[in-house]
């Protein structure tokens, strides 16, 4: 049933699934050999389960959106948000909702069923500095960076109180104070 390819496999016992360096689910090449070749077969190979990955499949979904550029952070296993968003990224791409969140075999299989997305680049702002300076530092034609002097704002000028006899300034006294 199966056509010769590069990949080497051989049936498992149960007769059910295959195993082995190319059909484990991590074999890319061989997997895009074998649907390039009989796409309906594919089809049904996945569907058996024969591309599962023998261990874990948060690693095995990690590592597949990664190759898509759907997953940006690191293969570790751990299904957090990062991985969540690139589920919801990927989905995005093939314009469906996402059946689940989580790591499941069902999830792999459904992504390996399109696996020639590829996601857009993210591209993260940068964060903004706290520096008090940074708005008085420009740049001159050589490349260095130099301190401008801080502008002072304006001030309006002082009203002078008028002169009073004795030399006591009576515009603030309340009545009382002095007798």
Do not use: H, W
């Not at 075999?105 to 300076?133: H, Y």
């Amino acid at each position: 049933m199966i056509r010769p390819t590069n990949a080497a496999f051989s049936p498992t016992e149960d007769g059910g699934s295959l195993a082995g360096t190319g059909l484990d689910g991590t074999g890319f090449e061989a997997r895009q050999g074998i649907k390039a070749q009989d796409p309906d077969l594919y089809i049904q190979l996945v569907a058996s389960g024969a591309f599962d990955p023998a261990g874990d499949v948060a690693r095995a979904l990690q590592t597949e959106l990664k190759r898509m550029n759907c997953y940006t952070g690191g293969i570790d296993g751990a299904f957090g948000p990062g991985s969540r968003r690139s589920v919801r990224a990927y989905f995005t791409q093939i314009g469906e909702t996402a059946p689940t969140e989580q790591a499941t075999i069902e999830l792999f299989r459904k992504i390996l069923l399109n696996d020639a997305v590829t996601c857009p680049v993210q591209v993260q702002a940068a964060a903004p500095r706290n520096n008090s300076n940074a708005g008085n530092r420009t740049r001159n034609n050589t490349g260095t960076t130099r301190q401008q002097p801080r502008q002072q704002p304006r001030q309006q000028p002082r009203q002078q109180a008028p002169a009073s006899s004795g030399g006591i300034n009576t515009n603030n006294l309340g009545s009382g104070i002095f007798r």
